[in-house]
Each structure stands twice: as structure tokens, then as C-alpha cells.
């Protein structure tokens, strides 16, 4: 076997690994939600208590998202998605036997720190699992995992596959990150970064607010604050603004199944804009094509049939606006200090994920329609792809002048 060929099964042997972690992840995400219809009355949950097990593991996903970067760049990606794994694998199972609310709530914390951890490993092992050219198709595969996780998830819950017992989410959900874990430490090809390179934490974090790479960090920041605010007011509020205009809870269920299936083909159109040879006029029409598609969502007779078509065409759009970025991040750091640099943009972006539906719900209580709260989204997903943009466009300039 030539040295190329050696490199592209390695590489692609890497990328099925995270994919399946992706999925797992994705997965393990949306599992609160689903088994909560149930959970709830077995454990007497008031509303209060509901939300606040529920938005539980995004607390956990921001220590993941910094901790899991750093771990990547000290003791390699391999090292990072293993110890993920295994973290939010073993407290999903742990919460089966939770007895009272207090165990339930911090169980699922622990569990989000290594759903938190495993994202920047991901998206950096696909990044690093292919030649330059092809790293935004590599990301976008990895990271259609995570809808298509979501998908399962919803599916399960639609179809009641669980039979209404909402141990066997956490125990499902929990065994099948312990099973990967092997794998990954076993047939995932060396991507460690040597320890010397990174002597601490503090250092890493220095290289990312040095001035020639504030800009960039600031801009990445801000778009995936911003990103993540408008992916998960949909994740979060979509199935009820779609029932505030008149939709059944089961059509509304539906209709959040589509924006996940949506979401994945629009990841892996996110990839191959961003491998394009010009991105930037691509990656405009992508953002232009997401807001457009909220305001579609906004204003769509309340049909089952065509909510079903604007789900998914939303789900698409957003996701391959995620895609992209997710895409962007690897490509603003040096490899010595990249899992730090993708681990802090993921821990911000997690800020935004629980800014996102709190923004909304004020929004609700004022009044807002479900048309008001999609349109509000719209002036977010222009400054993310702004943010985005600029971010490729510095890129473009530093290759001109490489």
C-alpha cells in the first residue's frame, strides 16, 4: 500500500470513528427530552424543576468544551474523545438509578461535561483526518452525525420505540458511548499533539488573545454565540410556537423530526461550500438562504404538509450555517494550541445555547407572536454570517501570503 493510500484509509478510518460519536452525541443531547414525559411524573417534577433538569447539561457542556480542548492539545485527540466517552457514558447509566431530583440534576451535568468534551475532539479529529483541501467536507460529515443522532432520538419518542420507560433513553444512550470507547482507543490513528508544545492552559489561552490572533478569536467567538443562540431557540421553542399556531402536539413532534433529518443533508452542503475554491460567495447565499428560511417558517400557512417542508428546509439551512462554522474554527488556530482555541469557541457558543431560549421566553412573556420570534432570529443569523465571512476572508489573505 502507497503512502497516500496508507493516509486515506487511516484518515477515513478516523472520520467513521467520529461520526459515530457524532451520532452518539447527538443522541445523548436530546435524550433529557425525550424521556422528560415520563421522568417527570415518576419523580413528582414541578415545572421549575423540569426546566432546570433540562437545561442541566448545557452547564455541564461548557466545562466539557473547555476542559475537552485543552485535554486534546495535552494529551491528544484520541486521549480527549476517549475520556468524553466514557465520562457521559457511565453518568447516563448512573442516571437510571438517580432516586431523587438532586441526584437527576447533577447526573446530568457530569453526563453534559463529556458531551461537552467531545465536540472540539471531534471536530478537530476530522479536520485533522484529511488533506487540507477536503476539511470542511470532513467536518460536515462528522457533524451530520449529530442531527442524525438528534433524529433517532425524536424517532423514539414519536414512535414510542421506548415503551414509555424512561430508564431504557439513559441506559441506551449510556452503553453505546462505552461501547465506541474501545474502538476509538484502538483503531483511531495517531493525532496526539506532542505535550511539550502546550505547557498549560493558561499558555494556550495567551497564543489565542495574542494581537495577531484577537480579531480572529473575537469574530469566532461572537459567531458561535450567535449561532448557537438561533440553533437552539429552535431546538427548544419550535414544537411550542408551532403548537401556539395551531399545530398538534404530535404534527409539531413531526415537524421537529424533519428539521433534524433537514439537518443533516445541510451539513454535508455546509462541507462542500467550504471546500469550494471560492467560499466566501457561497457561504453569503448559505446565511442569506438561513434567514430566508425563518422568515418562510414565520409566515407558512399552518398546514401539517407544508410545516413538514419548512422544518426541514430550516433544519437544512441552519445546520449547514453551523456546518460551516464548525468548519471555520480548526482553520483559525495552529495545531499546537487548535483543541484549546476550538474547546473555548464551543464553551462560548454553549453560552449562547442557554442565552438562546431565555432570549425567547422573554419574548414570549412580552407578548411576541411565533411569527415576532422567528423574525428575530433573522438580524442573528446575518451577524453570524458576517462574523463568518470575515473570518474566511482573513483566512484567504494569510494563504495569498503564505
Excluded at 490513528?189 to 489561552?205: D, E, I, M, N, Y
Excluded at 401556539?244 to 443533516?264: D, H, I, P, Y
Aim: charge should be positive; hydrophobic fraction near 55%; glycine fraction near 12%.
Amino acid at each position: 500500500m502507497t503512502k497516500t493510500a496508507a493516509l486515506r484509509t487511516s484518515g477515513g478510518r478516523a472520520l467513521v470513528l467520529a461520526f459515530l460519536a457524532a451520532v452518539i452525541e447527538g443522541f445523548d443531547l436530546q435524550a433529557a427530552g425525550v424521556a422528560v414525559p415520563k421522568l417527570a411524573p415518576a419523580f413528582g417534577l414541578t415545572p421549575p424543576q423540569i426546566g432546570l433538569f433540562l437545561s442541566s447539561a448545557t452547564f455541564g457542556l461548557i466545562f466539557g468544551s473547555l476542559s475537552g480542548g485543552w485535554i486534546a492539545d495535552t494529551w491528544g485527540r484520541r486521549a480527549g474523545l476517549v475520556l468524553s466517552l466514557l465520562t457521559f457514558g457511565v453518568f447516563s447509566v448512573a442516571t437510571v438509578f438517580a432516586t431523587s431530583f438532586e441526584q437527576l440534576l447533577v447526573l446530568r451535568i457530569l453526563t453534559g461535561v463529556g458531551l461537552g468534551g467531545a465536540l472540539p475532539n471531534l471536530i478537530n479529529i476530522a479536520a485533522e483526518s484529511v488533506e487540507p483541501r477536503r476539511r470542511g467536507w470532513a467536518v460536515s460529515i462528522m457533524y451530520a452525525g449529530v442531527p442524525l443522532g438528534g433524529a433517532i432520538a425524536s424517532g423514539v419518542a414519536t414512535l414510542g420505540l421506548h415503551g414509555g420507560d424512561w430508564h431504557m433513553i439513559f441506559l441506551v444512550g449510556g452503553l453505546m458511548p462505552l461501547v465506541l470507547a474501545p474502538f476509538v482507543q484502538l483503531l483511531l490513528p495517531p493525532l496526539a499533539v506532542a505535550r511539550q508544545k502546550v505547557s498549560s492552559a493558561t499558555g494556550g489561552f495567551a497564543k489565542l488573545v495574542a494581537p495577531e490572533s484577537l480579531v480572529g478569536t473575537l469574530f469566532l467567538w461572537l459567531a458561535f454565540f450567535l449561532g448557537l443562540m438561533v440553533v437552539y431557540v429552535l431546538l427548544n421553542w419550535m414544537p411550542q410556537l408551532l403548537v401556539a399556531r395551531g399545530l398538534e402536539k404530535s404534527e409539531a413532534s413531526l415537524v421537529q423530526l424533519m428539521f433534524n433529518v433537514g439537518g443533516v443533508a445541510g451539513s454535508l452542503i455546509g462541507g462542500r461550500i467550504f471546500d469550494s475554491a471560492r467560499p466566501i460567495g457561497p457561504v453569503l447565499l448559505a446565511f442569506a438562504a438561513s434567514a430566508a428560511a425563518l422568515i418562510m417558517l414565520g409566515i407558512l400557512p399552518v398546514a401539517l404538509a407544508l410545516m413538514l417542508v419548512g422544518g426541514a428546509l430550516v433544519g437544512a439551512a441552519i445546520l449547514c450555517m453551523q456546518a460551516i462554522l464548525y468548519a471555520t474554527a480548526p482553520q483559525c488556530y495552529p495545531f499546537e494550541v487548535r483543541g484549546t482555541g476550538v474547546g473555548i469557541a464551543v464553551a462560548v457558543g454553549r453560552l449562547g445555547s442557554i442565552a438562546g431560549p431565555l432570549f425567547t421566553g422573554l419574548l414570549v412573556a412580552r407578548g411576541a407572536t411565533p411569527t415576532d420570534v422567528m423574525f428575530s432570529l433573522v438580524p442573528l443569523t446575518v451577524l453570524t454570517g458576517v462574523f463568518t465571512v470575515v473570518l474566511l476572508f482573513r483566512r484567504s489573505r494569510r494563504e495569498a501570503f503564505a
